[in-house]
């Protein structure tokens, strides 16, 4: 555990291996704060029509993008912001964000909330997200 990044489960609250309950970011070094991310890929395509798993998984991979562009990885995150529309099956999504952040020691803070509808009427899932990268 980083001096700089505290990933907290107190006793008291249901311990998830999926989410951690608490991050807590202390010390020197840098946030980044990442906008809703979509289904759409470079060329501004939505990539997975009417595919929650597909959406995800290309959401995953913008928000790769987005954090390599700060210098960070999907290790540094602290809080992810998962909206769905309604209906979806949420275990798809799910599925394809395992890829990407089933192997973290310490899993960020996650909400997710279902919506009636997201900006566009093809997206199924936008993810936001927080990182923490300690200056070393």
Do not use: W
């Not at 540094?76 to 973290?104: C, E, M, P, T, W």
């Amino acid at each position: 555990m980083s001096k700089h990044v505290q990933y907290i489960n107190p006793e008291g609250l249901f311990k998830n291996p999926a989410f951690t309950q608490v991050v807590m970011t202390q010390g020197k070094g840098k946030t980044i704060y990442v906008g809703g991310q979509d289904a759409v890929n470079a060329q501004g395509e939505i990539v997975g029509k009417g595919d929650i798993g597909e959406q995800t998984e290309q959401v995953m991979k913008n928000l790769q993008t987005a954090l390599a562009a700060c210098g960070a990885t999907f290790d540094n995150l602290v809080k992810l912001s998962i909206y769905i529309v309604q209906g979806q099956d949420l275990y798809s999504g799910f599925r394809a964000s395992q890829k990407y952040l089933g192997h973290l020691k310490n899993p960020p803070a996650i909400s997710g909330l279902f919506v009636v509808a997201l900006a566009n009427p093809a997206y199924l899932v936008e993810i936001e997200a927080i990182a923490f990268v300690p200056e070393e």
